[in-house]
């Protein structure tokens, strides 16, 4: 399974969209109906998934799935 399948099926815990429905332009609030909280337990569990560390202020600067992608494609280089 791939980095991107791994994390569009976490998203897809949090919203009724399907994984394999899930485009990159999608935003979080608007497309998938996060909430706030939601956003928060999703970023906890995207660290615990892929070993990574987020910054918070970063994190919320993300407003789609393709901008979530980026920021763990750049953790990943360091």
């Known amino acids: ?20 429905d899930m485009t990159n332009e999608m935003r979080f609030r608007e497309d998938l109906g996060f909430s706030s909280l939601d956003f928060m337990s999703f970023l906890g569990e995207l660290e615990d998934t892929f070993d990574v560390e987020l910054d918070e202020d970063e994190m919320l600067k993300v407003l789609t799935i393709g901008d979530a992608l980026e920021i763990l494609a750049e953790l990943a280089e360091d």
């Open 1 to 20: 399974m791939t980095k991107e399948n791994t994390f569009k099926g976490i998203v897809a815990q949090y919203c009724e969209v399907k994984a394999e």
